[in-house]
């Protein structure tokens, strides 16, 4: 069994046939999976999603990408969505130093925000950090941010990063960007994860894993970057799909 911890199955991009992907899903052994709702309009589709499925959690927050459309009205949204006892964290909130779709200095101060809302709430956070190594580490160490836990997503990171952020508690999630060809940096970081912190995602409809690279990802394909994953650390599948469940159910703190 398999656990997708990172899919945005709200996507438009699955608009035609999402309930397809989702029984695909379960049909591949994903038997739970996290949809991240990163903006308003995401949040409120992922709360219809885990109504509807009972395999189907989320995170709500607010994207770097959408930091310049934070207001009062919507961490406030936010905070309330948070209270639904299938949202698991605050997320995905970070900085994007690539694209830049919001200003720098307001992509800080909205994750600030959010890093103290998930400390009222007693909640794990999920990090976005893309280009932006250093200064995603250093807020979320100067807002006490890690007391909770949580996961740093889709990580692109060296091995010696991935051991300070270990350090402090949190799990480490690879997509199928670990799969490329060109990844050897990203394999020297997975292989330097310890099997109890390791997470794996899909990141859907984004970064789909060989053999699927071109295509549209789901959440049936998280079980291609497990696979290759578990070959690069020498244990079998089932073993991997295992361990990394029950890491996810940990870091997630959902009831195994």
Same mark, same amino acid.
């Given at each position: 069994?398999?656990?997708?911890?990172?899919?945005? =199955?709200?996507?438009?991009?699955?608009?035609? *046939? @999402?309930?397809?992907?989702?029984?695909?899903?379960?049909?591949?052994?994903?038997?739970?999976? =996290?949809?991240?709702?990163? +903006?308003?309009?995401?949040?409120k589709r992922t709360?219809?999603?885990?109504?509807?499925?009972?395999?189907?959690?989320?995170?709500?927050?607010?994207?770097?990408?959408?930091?310049? +459309?934070?207001t009062d009205e919507?961490?406030?949204?936010?905070?309330?969505?948070?209270?639904?006892?299938?949202?698991?964290? $605050?997320?995905?909130?970070?900085?994007?130093?690539?694209?830049?779709?919001?200003? @720098?200095?307001?992509?800080?101060?909205?994750?600030?925000?959010?890093?103290?809302?998930?400390? *009222?709430?007693?909640?794990? =956070?999920?990090?976005?950090?893309?280009?932006?190594?250093?200064?995603?580490?250093?807020?979320?160490?100067?807002?006490?941010?890690?007391?909770?836990?949580?996961?740093?997503?889709?990580?692109?990171?060296?091995?010696?990063?991935?051991?300070?952020? /270990?350090?402090?508690?949190?799990?480490?999630?690879?997509?199928?960007?670990?799969?490329?060809?060109?990844? *050897?940096?990203?394999? @020297?970081?997975?292989?330097?994860?310890?099997?109890?912190?390791?997470? $794996?995602?899909?990141?859907?409809?984004?970064? +789909?894993?060989?053999?699927?690279?071109?295509?549209?990802?789901?959440?049936?394909?998280?079980?291609?970057?497990?696979?290759?994953?578990?070959?690069?650390?020498?244990?079998?599948?089932?073993?991997?799909?295992? /361990?990394?469940?029950?890491?996810?159910?940990?870091?997630?703190?959902?009831?195994?």
């Amino acid at each position: 069994m398999w656990f997708d911890t990172h899919a945005h =199955v709200d996507s438009k991009d699955f608009d035609e *046939d @999402r309930a397809e992907v989702i029984e695909r899903a379960k049909q591949a052994g994903v038997t739970r999976f =996290v949809n991240v709702g990163c +903006s308003r309009g995401s949040a409120k589709r992922t709360m219809e999603l885990v109504e509807r499925y009972d395999f189907i959690y989320g995170t709500v927050g607010l994207h770097p990408h959408d930091a310049k +459309s934070m207001t009062d009205e919507l961490l406030e949204e936010i905070k309330g969505w948070a209270a639904h006892p299938k949202i698991l964290a $605050i997320g995905e909130i970070g900085l994007d130093f690539h694209y830049d779709y919001s200003p @720098r200095e307001v992509q800080r101060e909205v994750y600030r925000r959010q890093i103290r809302l998930a400390l *009222d709430l007693a909640m794990p =956070v999920a990090i976005h950090d893309r280009e932006a190594h250093r200064e995603c580490f250093d807020i979320l160490t100067e807002e006490g941010g890690w007391a909770n836990g949580g996961i740093y997503h889709c990580y692109s990171g060296s091995a010696e990063m991935a051991a300070d952020i /270990l350090k402090n508690g949190f799990y480490i999630s690879f997509s199928g960007t670990v799969t490329f060809k060109n990844a *050897d940096k990203l394999r @020297r970081a997975a292989m330097a994860v310890p099997l109890d912190r390791l997470l $794996i995602e899909t990141d859907c409809p984004y970064l +789909s894993p060989q053999p699927y690279r071109g295509k549209r990802n789901e959440p049936a394909h998280v079980a291609a970057t497990g696979r290759a994953l578990a070959e690069l650390r020498g244990i079998s599948h089932e073993e991997f799909a295992k /361990l990394t469940w029950e890491n996810a159910c940990r870091a997630y703190r959902i009831q195994q």
